[in-house]
């Protein structure tokens, strides 16, 4: 059974940081990328960043460039979530996702 584990999420205070981290089971993805996805109350789950196999080509949301970073680690099939300088527009639940699978999701909220 695959499955994509997150944690880390939580409340933190504006200008805070959080890390999560979200590791697969059942299966490598070395050959996927993988991503973190967020999803707010009444909006449209939405791509934060994401990071290839190789770990060479990532992509970031605009909204999220130079406060968050990826990083990933093939030996323990996770990947990471560096988030700074958070915002109460960051409250969302964020999403594990890798081929065509998705984690639970972990709650991030920001407050002002």
């Known amino acids: 059974q695959v499955q994509l584990i997150e944690s880390g999420g939580g409340l933190v205070q504006t200008g805070g940081s959080l890390r999560l981290s979200c590791v697969a089971s059942g299966r490598t993805f070395i050959n996927y990328f993988m991503g973190w996805y967020r999803q707010a109350p009444g909006k449209e789950r939405e791509l934060v960043a994401r990071i290839s196999g190789s770990r060479v080509s990532t992509t970031q949301a605009d909204s999220v460039k130079g406060r968050f970073a990826i990083s990933r680690d093939n030996a323990k099939n996770s990947i990471y979530l560096y988030m700074n300088n958070l915002k109460p527009e960051d409250t969302a639940v964020y999403y594990c996702?890798?081929?065509?699978?998705w984690g639970q999701g972990t709650q991030v909220t920001v407050s002002s």
């Open positions: 996702h890798a081929d065509q699978y």
